[in-house]
């Protein structure tokens, strides 16, 4: 098999495991040479014992049915998120890096928590949103954001679009209050602020 022929795997602790650092499995010599010849190995620091106990329980976790449920879970939350492109961490290319901040702080302000990505660490014009969803989040949270995410494609950032509108989130009518589009609803909290001095 081709299992047999790789010779090098390593891996991360951290993401889905929840933990830290990483790990390298291969032959008793590579890894007698990587822990006296890796500088960022042979200059770091051993990770606590509580790191690795928590990662074996989280191995646990992964390989029994509770996991075998959290993926399910998740796999329905990633194709509500996107059907097109279901996956746990979602890019959401917005381009400018002024922009995609502003769509971040959008959707702060309606209580997500969704990181803008820049330069350096993504090529210039390309700044995006980086939804990450997991197992414990709910249908009903997801959906609400994909509605929202869904509302900036559709009105832009910049105020394009007709701003009477319907809510993505309600249905009640937008109506446009200066630099914003608001939802007409008293309970919804849907906005949208564009690039003014209010903002």
Do not use: W
Not at 115 to 126: D, K, L, Q, S, Y
Not at 139 to 155: D, I, P, R
Not at 182 to 188: A, D, G, H, L, T
Request: net charge positive.
């Amino acid at each position: 098999s081709l299992g047999s022929q790789i010779e090098v795997q390593m891996g991360t602790l951290g993401k889905a495991l929840g933990g830290s650092g990483g790990y390298i499995a291969g032959s008793r010599d590579l890894i007698d040479v990587a822990i006296n010849r890796a500088r960022s190995f042979v200059f770091s620091t051993a990770p606590p014992a509580a790191c690795s106990a928590a990662v074996c329980t989280a191995l646990d976790v992964c390989i029994g049915t509770e996991g075998d449920r959290r993926r399910s879970h998740l796999r329905k939350l990633a194709a509500l998120l996107d059907p097109n492109m279901p996956a746990a961490i979602h890019p959401v290319i917005i381009g400018g890096a002024a922009e995609a901040l502003r769509a971040a702080q959008m959707l702060d302000d309606l209580g997500f928590f969704v990181p803008a990505i820049r330069p350096p660490t993504v090529p210039r014009e390309t700044s995006r949103l980086r939804v990450s969803i997991s197992a414990s989040h709910d249908a009903e949270t997801v959906a609400l954001l994909a509605s929202h995410l869904s509302a900036f494609q559709k009105t832009g950032l910049h105020g394009e679009g007709d701003p009477n509108s319907v809510c993505p989130v309600c249905g009640s009518s937008l109506v446009q209050e200066k630099c914003k589009v608001v939802c007409r609803s008293s309970v919804c909290g849907y906005r949208i602020v564009f690039n003014c001095s209010e903002f």
